[in-house]
Structures are given as structure tokens and as C-alpha cells.
């Protein structure tokens, strides 16, 4: 496999294999393999690492040269670090698809017929036998006209397919913009020359020596030079979960696409882009065909493993390997942008969400209005059809002459056209185009207000949000850190003491901890400005500490030159478990000394001795920690300065060297050398944003991993605290204790008594923050359900950004794997970027808002003017071209209009919608029926007594393919004028009297109403026959553009009834609640890509009928159980005490533990609602895979399962039976009463 389709790349190794000590074919088969045989290999090929440093023309030290032809040849030879993006869709390929819709096909073959008709003559003479309807109103001119309607209808769908596939083109367009900024925001960290220099992903070549971190996602395949302590995630690539330690003896093959969770260290890159791991994996699933995607993948992944995917318990784990083993989504900084949106959701099926609430609300509705518009329509040609048969047949007595019924299939086909048109206008497709641009529009102008959006979707959510989880550090705080107060040798000095005043020998000790415990990576460098601060490089606490010792008057790069990092003997670096960090050196004499740095008051606990001034040590008991707590750290915590203690530990030669994997037994018995208070300023536009936040109806929690009080304190500063409030400001341990029952399990019931108080959570762990985020989404406390925005920035967060509705990933401080789990990216880490986000969601849903109240008013207005029209006089007022047109402005034009409206900040002066609102309010189903009625006032008006108004003749009852009347066009021009001022109107949705209010912010909306307006009077003017239209004059024009502008001042009438009074008005377009899907639906539903709610209306009914059978059988099956008397209960409760079915099978004593891999929980199947997963945990014997169901066929026997729809081709379901698969189990046994149908 190693081999296939890289025969380009081959041929241009195999001229300069001369250059390089090894090819790209070499380097490829060995990052196949893995562990011991991988360090064989190399061993055998190479000598040793540095052997294939020296082939590939590298130093491990040094690195490249940077020189640009030396990068280029590399290049050229090895391969560059992207994967060619996939193509994207052609304009031609988006109008095939645009041409896929129901209602223009229709249009078409209609359209078709009636151009074909209109060719066919009849003799003269025998057209007087056909009826009056057909009478010659018409000389020879005007029948030959009779094509142009047809056309006019083909010319029109042309119109509204090319407006379709421009918008999905520019939105494609701007999505891959969005991908290619978000990888070249990806930059990684090299050696070059000697110096660290940090360059894009794209640019990594074969034989960088790049420098790894914890939480970098690793951009290419490598080889271990050298690592301290170094664990990383490679589930995305095997499946496992656990974190394989990489070091140089045991396994040094570093793979692209997994994630570094602890450590650190430095690489050698031996395969970029398309020969990576990830690259070769990706070739493959271009190669293959999607049907036959999953045997590929796992071809691929059997050859480029060698080992075999073990299926681990954890259900994560489980989605991941699924997932096509997660590699897609993971490795996003390679594959460049050829996963676009539907190609991502495959890839990444992990990411199945529910569509967005929105999403959800407006299929619903759209679905509810154009079943609607489809009954209105038949009606429509069902009425005209009766008619004209019983006016010629019956009423004027004519026998149906042969001759004639090409002139009766015209008529059959205008009123075909007629039906389809009113269906055309009432079915709302805009919406989606409107969601899209307007989501689209967000997504560019927030790029500026320094939201990086990943996920369409989060933009929305935000504007629901309803809680915000911060981080302390970067977030609400600057992440520029100092150190200000330091308590050195007994004394507590209240700013950076003077150099002097410290002895030599402490100095020395200090300074020395300092430079080699912290990651080389982190430096002081020269400001960038003249007289600006220094740049900070690296984690920000070290780099606070590097500036203390730079303050002391000592340079710490002296000692690093001193000291490479290759000569620190063991490093443990730092992790939230430890929350300290250590390096051991070796000293000339065999000794070892470990310097200690970390959270004061978990490394006093384990301090034993004191540094004094004289240099000497004395004992630190537990009684002087106290007092060094109550004396220096509250002090320090309560101004808000992280304490940071430096400690070290001497093993002396006499003692044998002491294993240094008993962490516990090594870090004991420290000496403390000193306690440093680190300020860490708050953000000054801080305070502000929360404010508004607070207004806006969300509340803002701090979850902190600093000491209780520096978080009390900064809290206090931001306005997260308010004096006089009694909230809960609480540690990590006390949440787990008070969340948990004697059992150790978390409850619910009292997550929900602390979280609505809770206002700082400190010192806490990862998953106290996920467990919050996910307590406070699953509480049922209020009556709306809370939808929670997350920050984080490190690996730790992965798992709370994931379960959050929107989390957001720092640009700046974040890891990648923060960024992968995130929905938005902060480019600048500022919380007031966060408020910008809410305001931009608000903005998103408001624009939807106003374009369904002037879509709605339209949609009501035309269909019942077409259908009415056509009942009452044969003849739609609104003919098919102007119905088109009329479509084409309110869908198209006036999403684009409304929906790019900039949003204000009195859009924070509201509390948030939540999940459960209806998207029309109440009053705007006010202004919906107040326009509409207005409207239809005027138009049928215009329609029964506008010839007397305006004395011309009547266009009423005109015979088919007559000329356009002066009367019609006049009703049309009316309409059209009304829409127009009505979409001003439709710019405020909450009552507001200034529609004119920041009209001119948005130019987007004022061209389009002033364009529409000049076509529409060219269409008038000289649209003649097509349009149906007579040029009108100058009298008529300001008539009809007085009624339209009335329509402004009927709005002021309607926002001055209050809507209170008006009971009887319904709001509509409810979400679909979560209670509402049932759970086996909503399974079923992972199935699809996202829940179309369309489709569920038409399966409720099936699955409501499967369901109820399944029932019955399942009953009858438990009582014939619980009927024979031979079953000892083993355990169980008594059947009496479980009142029904459903409760015996919610009991928890048959829940599958997830330790239990041997039953694969069912994930992607139709489960039965009750108990999708909660079956007695049988021993794996009974255990017996059944062939999956293929269909939705209920089968009486009962070890099959009825109501299961396989999903994949690979998860088989797993039912317990007592014996081999066909037998039913003993009636007796309890196993039995359990086999319900899952």
C-alpha cells in the first residue's frame, strides 16, 4: 500500500537519491512501523537517531540551515506538509443541484406543455364550437404571442436557479476562505539555525527538528530526538484511549495527527502532507468511493497499524472508532480544506449534533407552510378545472369536439400553471437561503470582531446563551504576568526586594531552580517597540519567574547555555493532576538535586525544611505552614496574586540512586527557598463586558484552577461578585464533595442546589468543569433550559468545550487540542470578544425574525389573491411570470436585505429567547395579520371595483391568450410597491415606532430596495407581454406608490394596539423540544445527518405502530415471567413492587456499567424508548450476537429484535439469551423478562 499512486513522487526520488542518505520510500516503511521493531530498525538501517539526522542532512542541535534552496529541494524530494484540497463543487454542479427542486421541475414541465400547446392552430371555422372562453378576442398578432408566457415561465426558473447556485457558490467559497484562515493561523514551533523560530504548518520540511509541547496537535510524522516525560493521545489514529509514553528506548515514532497530552521535547520530521500516516489514510479515503469508504479505511488501518484496534469500554472511545477511527476530524491542520461542510459530517461523525435550534424551528415551520401552500394549490386547480367544465359543458351545452381539445388542454395547463404558481409563492424556500446568508454574513464581520467561527451553527447558539464558564487567566485577566511580592528567607517584602538584600547562596539556588525548571521554550525577549515591556514567550507563570530572576539582576540564559536541555538528568513536567513541575540534575560528584516549582499551598504540604537568610536550613513544621499560610499566601490571595513556592531536594551520593518513577517517594521532605506572589492584571475592558453580560440576562461563572481567594479577589475586581450578593464561591474538592452521594456517584438532584449560586469555582480539576457544564445543561431547575458557552485554552479543556452548546478556544494561549474542541476561536483571548459573539447570535436570529414577518405577510397576501382570484373570475390576478418575480424579490432579495442588518447594542438590553421560543412572537403575528389584511383590503379592491376607480376597461374574465390589461397591471404594480415599503416595515420586530432607525448602517438593504424598484418600473414600462404588463402613466404610477406607501402608515396604526389585548393570536414555529423526539427516534435520528424534521412528521406513524406492538408482546413476555413460580428472584426486587414495565426497566440495578466492554452498548440502532440501553449485564456466554434485522419488520420471536433499523454494516446487536441464538430462553429465568426488544 506503501507504494500506490506516488509514482510522480517516486520518479523525483530516484534522480536525487544521491542527495539525501535515504529515501522517501525508506522513511515511509519505517514510520509504519512501531515500538520495539521501529527502534530495530532504525538501529539496523541508521546506527541510531542521530545516524538518520546525519543522512538527512539535519542536526539535532542546530537544525536545518533555513537556507531557502536547501527548504525547497526538500520539498521537492520528500513532499510538502498539505494534502491537495479536494475540488470543490463547479457552478455547473451547484445549478444541476438547484435544478433538483420539486417545485421547479413542476414549473418546467408545465411551462414545456404549454409551449408546445401554444403552437398547435385550429381551423378558424371551427373555433366558434370550442366555447366563449376561447373566443377570438385575439387577431393573428396577438396568437402568436401565445408562446411567451411558456417562455417567460423557463426564462424565470433560469433566473431563480442561477440566484440559487451563486449563493451556495459564494457561501462554499467563503467557507474554504474560512478553513485556509484558520490554517494559516496554525504555526509550529522549529529549530532552525540554532534559533526557535515559529513558522506555518505548511512550511514543516523532512529533517526540521521541531519542538514539542503538551498540547500541541502534532502537523507531521517524527522520530523522538529527545523528550521529557512525554505522553501522547494516539486514539484518533488506533481507537486507544490510554496515553502511550514516548521515550527513546522503548517507542520514539511520533504520528501526525495525535495530540501531545503531557511533556515535552524535540522531534526530527521524517514525513509530511500525503506520506504521513494521516496523508496516506486521507489518500485513501479520496481513492475509495464513499459506499465502500469503511472497508477501505480498515484496509488502511490493518496495514499502517500492524496491531490490532482492541474496542475499548469507554462509550467516547467506542464514537471514536467509528468515526473512521476520528482520524479525519483530528488532523485538521493537514487536510487544508478538502473537507468541506458534508465531507467534514461524514468524517466526523462524533460531531453529529441536532440541526441548530434554529435550523430545527424553521424546517418545522417551513415544513407546516408549504403543506399548507400544497393544499391551497390543488384547491386552486381543482376549483378552476370544475368550473371551466361546467361553464362550457354544462351552461353553454357544447359537445367536446376533437378539434378542439388541444384549446381545452391549454386551458387544463393555464390552470395547471396557476396551481403550481400559488405553490411556488407559498413555499417559504428563502428560509434556508435566508439562514445561510445571514449566518454566512455573522461569520465574515465577526472574523473582525476577533471571533474565528468554526461551526456555523455556534453563532447562533450564542445568541441564546444563557451562561458563560470563563477562564480566569487570559480571559478575564491580561495573561501578562509579573512577579510582585516575594517571601524569601523569613521576610515578606511587599515589592521585588533589591538584589543585596538577598545572601549569595540563596541567590544562587534561586536562580538556578528558575533557569532549568521551566520549559526551554519560555523566554524573556527584547520589546518589540522602544520602551515598551518585554515580550513574554512560553507559559506565562515561567516566564514571570524569568523576569524575576532578570529583576534580581541574574541572567538565566547563561545558565541554560551552562546547562542544555539534553543534560537534565529527569523532568516531570507539569499537569493539573501534580500541579507542580520538577527537574532533576546529575551533579559532577554522582549526586542528584531536583528543583520543585509549584501551587504554594500543595507544595508546602510536602516541604520539610526552610531556607533562612544565613543560607542555612532549618525545620518547616506543620505549625509554621499554618502561620506562613494565615501570614504570607491569604495576604497575597486576597490581592489577587497567584503564590507560587520554589522548593528543592538534594539526594546525596551515599543513598542509592532512588527510582524515580515512585513519584510520591520523590517528592517529599522538600526545603521551600521561596514564595513568590504573581499579579496578573485584569483586562480593563473586562468589567465592562460582564456588565453588559449581566444585563443581557447571562450569567458569567469563573472556573479557575488558582488558589480560592486570588480567584475570590479577581472575581470581585470583574464585577462577578457584586458586594452584599450571596453567592457561592466554592473549591474544587467541596463541589466533588457536595455533588456526590455516599456511593461517590454524581446526583443531579444536588448539582442543581449549587450551580445557580455558584459564581467561582477555584482550584478546580478538568473534570469538575465538565461536570459543571454538563450539570448545568441537564438541569431541569428552571423552566428553560440553559444553554452554556465555555473558554478554555488548555488540552484539559477538550472534554468541557465539547459538551458545551458553544465553546470558545483561546487563539493565542490555546493548544490545539483546545482549538479542535472548540466551536469559535478568540483571536485575541479577550472576554469582550465573548459579548461580541452573544450580540452577533441575537443579530442572527432577529434577522430571521424580520425576514419570516415580511415573507409571511407575502406568502398570505398572494396565495390568497391567487387562490380567490382564481375561484372567483378563472383567472389568477397575479400571473405565473409575476408570481416569479414577486418570489423572487421577497425570497432572494429580501433575505439578502434583511438579513445582513448590523446588529445595535440594545440587542443586550433583552434577556436571552431560549431553546423554546417561538420564532414569530406574538406580535409579530400581530403585524403578519394586520399587513395582510390590509393588503388583501386593497388588492381586491383594486380587483372588483379599480376599472371605475381608475375608468379603464376591466381585465376581468379576459379570454385565454388576450393582451394585458391596464387594470391587472395596475394590481400587480400595487402589490409589488406594497412589499417593498412593508420591508421596511418588517425591519423592527418588537413594536418598535422608528422603522427608519439605522436604515442607512446598512447599504446592503437600501440598494436592494431601491433596485427592486427601478426593475419593477422597467418591468411595467416594457415588460409588455412576458410580465403580463401595460406601460401605465405618470397618474397611475403615484397612485400605486401612494397605496404602497401607505402601508408605513398602516404599520404606526398596528404598533399602537398593544398586543396584550388581542388574545386570540398564537405565537408559532416552537423548536421541537428535546421531550418531544422520542429517545429511540432521536437515535435513530444519528443515523441521518442531522433530524429533518419533514421526514419524522411522515415515520412518527410507522414507528408509533411498531412501537405500540412491541409493547404489547413485551408485557405479555414480562408476565409469563414473573407468572412461573419456578424463578428464584437471585437478588431482584419482587415483581409486585415494580408497578409497570417501564419502571422495572429504568431501574438502575440493570445498568450496563461502562467497564463492561463485553456488551457493546447500541448506539446507532432504533432503540425502544424506555430502555435504550439499560439491560441486566449478563455473564459473556449468554451473551449471543443475533444477525441485525434488516428491515423494520416486527418478527414474533422473542430473541429477536423487533424494532432495531441497522445502521452500519459492522455494530451488531446484542440481545441475552440463555442458549444459542434461535432458542428462547427458560421462561423462568429473569434474563428472560428482560429480553425486551431494544
Known sequence: ????????????????????????????????????????????????????????????????????????????????????????????????????????????????????????????????????????????????????????????????????????????????????????????????????????????????????????????????????????????????????????????????????????????????????????????????????????????KKKEKKEKKKQDGAAENRKKAKAADGAAMEMQP???????????????????????????????????????????????????????????????????????????????VKFFIIGVTVLVVAVPEGLPLAVTISLAYSVKKMMKDNNLVRHLDACETMGNATAICSDKTGTLTMNRMTVVQAYVADKHYRNVPDAQLISAAIMDILVLGISVNSAYTTNIMSPEKEGGLPRQVGNKTECALLGFANDLKRDYQAIRNEIPEEKLYKVYTFNSCRKSMSTVLKNADGSFRMFSKGASEILLKKCSKLLTASGETKVFRPRDREDMVKKVIEPMASEGLRTICLAYRDFPVSEAEPDWDQENDILTSLTCVCVVGIEDPVRPEVPDAIKKCQRAGITVRMVTGDNINTARAIASKCGILQPGDEFLCMEGKEFNRRIRNEKGEIEQERIDKIWPKLRVLARSSPTDKHTLVKGIIDSTVLEQRQVVAVTGDGTNDGPALKKADVGFAMGIAGTDVAKEASDIILTDDNFSSIVKAVMWGRNVYDSISKFLQFQLTVNVVAVIVAFTGACITQDSPLKAVQMLWVNLI????????????????????????????????????????????????????????????????????????SPPSEHYTIIFNTFVLLQLFNEINARKIHGERNVFDGIFNNLIFCSIVFGTFIIQIVIVQWGGKPFSCVGLSIDQWLWCTFLGFSSLLWGQLISSIPTKSLRFLKSAGHGTQRQEIPDEELEDMEEMEEIDHAERELRRGQILWFRGLNRIQTQIRVVNAFRSSLSPYEGLEKPESRSSIHNFMTHPEFRIEDSEPSIPLIDDTDAEDDAPTKRNSASPRNVTPTPPSPSLSPTPSPNQNNNAVESGGNNHLYVEGNKAAGTPSAPGSPLHSLETSL
Not at 370544475?386 to 351545452?397: A, H, S
Not at 425570497?891 to 440594545?906: G, H, Q, R, V, W
Not at 376591466?954 to 379570454?959: M, N, V
Open 334 to 412: 493537514l487536510n487544508s480544506d478538502e473537507v468541506d461542510i458534508d465531507e467534514k459530517r461524514k468524517s466526523n461523525l462524533k460531531e453529529k449534533k441536532e440541526k441548530s435550534v434554529l435550523q430545527g424551528k424553521l424546517t418545522k415551520l417551513a415544513v407546516q407552510i408549504g403543506k399548507a401552500g400544497l393544499v391551497m394549490s390543488a384547491i386552486t386547480v381543482i376549483i378552476l378545472v370544475v368550473l371551466f367544465v361546467v361553464d362550457t359543458f354544462w351552461v353553454q351545452g357544447l359537445p367536446w369536439h376533437k378539434d378542439c381539445t388541444p384549446i381545452y388542454i391549454q386551458f387544463f
Open 890 to 961: 421577497m425570497d432572494t432579495f429580501a433575505s439578502l436585505a434583511l438579513a445582513t442588518e448590523p446588529p445595535t447594542e440594545s440587542l443586550l438590553l433583552r434577556k436571552p429567547y431560549g431553546r423554546n421560543k417561538p420564532l414569530i412572537s406574538r406580535t409579530m403575528m400581530k403585524n403578519i395579520l394586520g399587513h395582510g389584511v390590509y393588503q388583501l383590503i386593497l388588492i381586491f379592491t383594486l380587483l372588483f371595483v379599480g376599472e371605475q376607480i381608475f375608468d379603464i376597461d376591466s381585465g376581468r374574465y379576459a379570454p385565454l391568450h
Open 1 to 300: 500500500m506503501a507504494n500506490n499512486s506516488y509514482s510522480g513522487v517516486k520518479n523525483s526520488t530516484a534522480n536525487q537519491h544521491g542527495d539525501f542518505g535515504c529515501s522517501l520510500k525508506d522513511l515511509r516503511s519505517l514510520m509504519e512501523l512501531r515500538g520495539v521493531e521501529a527502534i530495530g530498525k532504525i538501529g539496523e538501517s541508521y546506527g541510531d537517531v542521530q545516524g538518520l539526522c546525519t543522512r538527512l542532512k539535519t542536526s539535532p542541535v542546530d537544525g536545518l540551515s533555513g537556507q531557502p534552496a536547501d527548504i525547497e529541494k526538500r520539498k521537492e524530494v520528500f513532499g510538502q506538509n498539505l494534502i491537495p484540497p479536494k475540488k470543490p463543487k463547479t457552478f455547473l454542479q451547484l445549478v444541476w443541484e438547484a435544478l433538483q427542486d420539486v417545485t421547479l421541475i413542476i414549473l418546467e414541465v408545465a411551462a414545456i406543455v404549454s409551449l408546445g400547446l401554444s403552437f398547435y392552430r385550429p381551423p378558424d371555422a371551427e373555433r366558434e364550437h370550442c366555447g366563449s372562453a376561447a373566443g377570438g378576442v385575439e387577431d393573428d398578432g396577438e396568437a402568436e404571442a401565445g408562446w411567451i408566457e411558456g417562455a417567460a415561465i423557463l426564462l424565470s426558473v433560469v433566473c431563480v436557479v442561477l440566484v440559487t447556485a451563486f449563493n451556495d457558490w459564494s457561501k462554499e467559497k467563503q467557507f474554504r476562505g474560512l478553513q485556509s484562515r484558520i490554517e494559516q493561523e496554525q504555526k509550529f514551533a522549529v529549530v532552525r539555525g540554532g534559533q526557535v523560530i515559529q513558522i506555518p504548518v505548511a512550511e514543516i520540511v523532512v529533517g526540521d527538528v521541531a519542538q514539542i509541547k503538551y498540547g500541541d496537535l502534532l502537523p507531521s510524522d517524527g522520530i523522538l530526538i529527545q523528550g521529557n516525560d512525554l505522553k501522547i493521545d494516539e486514539s484518533s489514529l488506533t481507537g486507544e484511549s490510554d496515553h502511550v509514553k514516548k521515550t527513546l528506548d522503548r517507542d520514539p515514532m511520533l504520528l501526525s495527527g495525535t495530540h501531545v497530552m503531557e511533556g515535552s521535547g524535540k522531534m526530527l520530521v521524517t514525513a509530511v502532507g500525503e506520506n504521513s500516516q494521516t496523508g496516506i489514510i486521507f489518500a485513501l479515503l479520496g481513492a475509495s468511493e464513499e459506499d465502500d469508504d469503511d472497508e477501505e479505511e480498515k484496509e488502511a
